[in-house]
């Protein structure tokens, strides 16, 4: 089918529904989508993120959603903390982010999740960030790869900065930013070593290393700020994860001594 007839289908669609969104039944959670959309996820996407995030969130908690796409787990993550807690969704790609501005809104969760356009980094300032040209593309980043089509210049902010200007406690992280892993934890080492949040933190190797990091450099970031990593509910070891040459997905919680 062409883009336009397409259009046209989703228009009809989003006309049948009165605007009110298809409903999805992923990771046991019905969220609506705008109809262009709600087919992109599996019903089985991340079952560990799910898990890890309705452990982690609490009614009136403080989470942010760092790479928030089109805001399957911003809504999720809103649901969690109830209209009493705050969640910041980062999106620097403005056509993605406004799918996930409509998603919230779908959801009436646009009470307690503000969507936010900076890119998450080390530092805050500006940045050009890396845009593929495919459509809600969860692959555009800080860090450049040879899927890359474009650029544009954005505004980035640091979690520690962002954070310390609302006065803002945080309990949960989700953090996706394709590549930009290690400058996005430099970037919040202050609350990770103060307010001590859990993190679930996405993974991606070859991109770690485009932006002049690797995953022991992530590791040991970690483990200097007393932080356990486990894999599918088991704690890994460095080796295990410096080993890893793929996407993949863990989780962070902080020890005390």
């Not at 450099?217 to 599918?232: A, E, I, K």
Request: hydrophobic share 40%.
């Amino acid at each position: 089918m062409s883009s336009l007839g397409k259009s046209l289908v989703y228009g009809v669609v989003d006309l049948v529904t009165v605007g009110q969104g298809v409903p999805r039944r992923i990771g046991g959670e019905t969220i609506r989508f705008p109809p262009r959309f709600c087919r992109y996820y599996e019903p089985d996407y991340e079952p560990e993120t799910f898990a890890f995030l309705r452990k982690s969130c609490r009614k009136g908690d403080v989470v942010l959603d760092i790479g928030a796409h089109i805001g399957l787990f911003t809504v999720v993550m809103a649901r969690l903390v109830g209209p009493e807690g705050r969640v910041f969704s980062f999106e620097p790609t403005p056509s993605t982010r406004a799918v996930l501005e409509r998603t919230v809104r779908l959801n009436q969760c646009d009470d307690r999740a503000e969507v936010r356009p900076e890119a998450v980094a080390r530092t805050s300032g500006r940045s050009e960030f890396f845009d593929t040209a495919d459509i809600v593309s969860n692959a555009n980043s800080l860090v450049p790869t040879d899927r890359h089509r474009a650029g544009f210049t954005v505004d980035t902010v640091s979690v520690d900065d962002f954070l310390a200007a609302r006065a803002l406690p945080v309990s949960c992280l989700k953090i996706d930013v394709e590549g930009a892993e290690l400058d996005t934890l430099h970037g919040a080492e202050r609350t990770l070593g103060s307010e001590r949040p859990v993190v679930a933190l996405a993974l991606h190797p070859a991109a770690i290393q485009r932006s002049g990091g690797n995953l022991r450099d992530v590791w040991r970031l970690l483990t200097s700020l007393r932080f356990q990593v486990r894999y599918r509910g088991r704690v890994v070891d460095e080796d295990w994860f410096c080993s890893r040459d793929g996407l993949f997905d863990v989780q962070c919680a902080p020890v005390e001594l």
